[in-house]
């Protein structure tokens, strides 16, 4: 069983960073595509960052695109998103989903990917 566990999250005023992680317990880290979405009160979940496998592929919703960066680490089963010059519209709960056979046009869908951690919020506001 793939368990993921998001941290990092917290309370910022807007123009502030924060980086999170997800830790994926799981064998070979480089074989899934990993997903982070993010979920506000009253809203769907929606897209926000994906790595495919190795890393070397990354994909970014237009409203986090120039702002946020994902990276991973494989050696360590974790991925990073770091969310520079936050809004107080990023104020959400961020979630990282995994996959392992994820085919390129579901990578924004978050109810196609296997697994999900327990999410952790973040705030923006003044």
């Known amino acids: 069983q793939v368990q993921l566990a998001e941290s990092g999250g917290g309370l910022v005023k807007p123009g502030e960073s924060l980086r999170l992680s997800c830790v994926a317990s799981?064998?070979?880290?480089?074989?899934?595509?990993i997903g982070w979405f993010r979920q506000a009160p009253g809203n769907e979940r929606e897209f926000v960052s994906a790595?495919?496998?190795?890393?070397?592929?990354?994909y970014y919703a237009d409203s986090v695109k120039g702002r946020f960066t994902v990276s991973r680490d494989n050696a360590k089963n974790t991925v990073y998103l770091q969310m520079n010059s936050l809004k107080p519209e990023d104020t959400a709960v961020y979630y990282c989903?995994?996959?392992?056979?994820?085919?390129?046009?579901?990578?924004?869908?978050?109810?196609?990917?296997?697994?999900w951690g327990q999410g952790t919020q973040v705030t923006v506001s003044s």
């Open positions: 989903e995994a996959d392992r056979q994820l085919i390129l046009s579901s990578i924004r869908m978050a109810d196609q990917y296997d697994y």
């Open positions: 799981v064998p070979n880290c480089r074989s899934y595509t």
């Open positions: 790595s495919r496998s190795s890393g070397n592929m990354l």
